[in-house]
């Protein structure tokens, strides 16, 4: 069967860094995804990693080990706005997105 | 960013009452998708549709219905609302294999049924 693992809940202090880590199980992969979801709001689009190796937009990055089945998303200078669940899916072998239960993250001040 | 919108927001009906959920994108996605979300919980894909007159079901058995008549159009049926459909559905689009299947969503549809 096809499944993605996440953590599902980290608290980190606004102004450090958190990693959020997914491994993941699928028949075929044309590419991996991370979303930022606020409670109440629709999930909106971070990043997407086909290749290995690290993908850096401004305070997130993203990584991706293919041969690992693995993906990080790390996110630096926490502020308390970035209080949200992160949620990574993966592009199976039929483009079909596979997603995880999201890893809520709780800053703290 | 794909321009995505849902109508109605925000809806309370009564059991029984039949409710169309609108979905409209201006971006040309070919893809279409309908997922249900419960506060807190994972997403669950109901409906999907490749193109025009194209529609599939998802991996969660729902009791609704889509139709694919126009590219930009995608609305969502439910014929005799429950209480069980109480839930936030959110509309997604994508260009396909072209973005690797990059889904964007619509800020989605909060349904109470009383």
């Known amino acids: 069967g096809q499944n993605i693992d996440q953590p599902t809940e980290m608290t980190a202090t606004e102004g450090a860094i958190v990693q959020i880590n997914c491994t993941y199980q699928?028949?075929?992969?044309?590419?991996l995804f991370w979303y930022q979801q606020h409670a109440g709001e629709a999930p909106t689009f971070l990043s997407y990693n086909v290749l290995d190796g690290l993908e850096e937009k401004g305070r997130f990055s993203s990584f991706l080990s293919r041969s690992k089945g693995y993906s990080y998303l790390l996110l630096k200078e926490l502020q308390m706005k970035d209080s949200a669940s992160y949620l990574c899916a993966v592009s199976d072998s039929n483009y079909q997105l596979i997603w995880g239960a999201g890893t809520k993250l709780i800053i703290k001040p | 960013e794909a321009d995505i919108y849902q109508t109605p927001r925000y809806l309370v009906i009564g059991t029984g009452k039949k409710i169309t959920l609108e979905c409209s994108q201006t971006?040309?996605?070919?893809?279409m998708y309908w997922y249900q979300q419960d506060p807190g919980m994972e997403l669950h894909l109901i409906h999907y549709?490749?193109?025009?007159?194209?529609?599939e079901k998802g991996d969660l058995s729902s009791e609704s219905t889509v139709s694919r008549i126009r590219t930009e159009h995608f609305p969502l049926t439910l014929e005799s609302a429950r209480p069980s459909h109480t839930s936030q559905y959110l509309c997604?689009?994508?260009?396909?294999?072209?973005?690797?299947?990059?889904?964007?969503f619509g800020e989605g549809s909060w349904l109470t049924v009383v």
């Open positions: 699928t028949s075929g992969f044309n590419g």
């Open positions: 971006m040309g996605h070919d893809k």
């Open positions: 549709s490749y193109g025009v007159n194209s529609t």
């Open positions: 997604a689009s994508s260009a396909g294999e072209f973005s690797g299947n990059t889904i964007y």
